[in-house]
């Protein structure tokens, strides 16, 4: 089993940064390609940005892209997400996933291991 705890969602203004985390606990999470997804209230749950699990290969989705940036830690155990130019339509619970394959998949069905999310509001 893995568990997977996010943290560092908040408040921010528009044009703001900050960083998630996604720690992993009960097994490395090395052999798995990680993802990000996100909830807005009353939306389904999207994709965000994903990464192999050698972290070589990455992919996001077309309104992230070129403002977030996913990486990983495999000697921490530990995802990341650097979300930069922050809007307000990025506000969501963010969710961190994992699924033991080499390549990550797009669609959250697919993942076997959720954390629990964290709030990322950014106000106008």
């Known amino acids: 089993q893995v568990q997977l705890v996010e943290s560092g969602g908040g408040l921010v203004q528009a044009g703001g940064s900050l960083r998630l985390s996604c720690a992993a606990t009960g097994r490395t999470v090395s052999s798995y390609a990680l993802a990000w997804f996100r909830q807005a209230l009353g939306k389904e749950r999207e994709f965000v940005a994903a990464?192999?699990?050698?972290?070589?290969?990455?992919y996001y989705a077309d309104p992230v892209k070129g403002r977030f940036t996913i990486s990983r830690d495999n000697a921490k155990n530990t995802l990341y997400l650097q979300m930069n130019s922050l809007k307000p339509e990025d506000t969501a619970v963010y969710y961190c996933a994992a699924i033991r394959t080499q390549y990550f998949r797009l669609t959250s069905s697919e993942y076997e291991y959720w954390g629990q999310g964290t709030q990322v509001t950014v106000s106008a």
């Open positions: 990464i192999s699990w050698s972290g070589g290969t990455t």
